[in-house]
Nanobody
Framework: EAPVVESGGGSVQAGGSLRLSCTASGWDSTFDDSDIGWYRQLQAPGNKCELVSVIRRNGSIAYVDSVKGRFAISQDNAKHTAYLQMDSLKPEDTAVYSC???????????????????WGQGTQVTVSS
């Protein structure tokens, strides 16, 4: 069983919105006391596995510059679920979005595990112009 299940992806036109969800499998309570992040596989250059947004264990939140002001990450500990609200979507946001969580260490940018199914299979987001 994969550690997380992602959902909420789809196809939208530029300017549209989607809300991604990430739920810990088996109601893993360590999810609530972990770094929780959303990654996406960039198409070019170098196919980087980009850390789009993260909630740190201490509650701090960070976003990659390209999504600041458009995306919002949140978590619901009662549901062991994290969300990524994505507004004002652009074609360059098109990617597979994957959720990850790490209790013992910090999530880092360009962690290939996140884009190759270590935590979950991801959910496809396609934005058309």
């Amino acid at each position: 069983e994969a550690p997380v299940v992602e959902s909420g992806g789809g196809s939208v036109q530029a300017g549209g919105s989607l809300r991604l969800s990430c739920t810990a499998s088996g109601w893993d309570s360590t999810f609530d006391d972990s770094d929780i992040g959303w990654y996406r596989q960039l198409q070019a250059p170098g196919n980087k596995c980009e850390l789009v947004s993260v909630i740190r264990r201490n509650g701090s939140i960070a976003y990659v510059d390209s999504v600041k002001g458009r995306f919002a990450i949140s978590q619901d500990n009662a549901k062991h679920t994290a969300y990524l609200q994505m507004d004002s979507l652009k074609p360059e946001d098109t990617a597979v979005y994957s959720c990850a969580y790490e209790k013992g260490d910090s999530l880092i940018d360009d962690d290939p595990r996140a884009c190759f199914g270590y935590w979950g299979q991801g959910t496809q987001v396609t934005v058309s112009s």
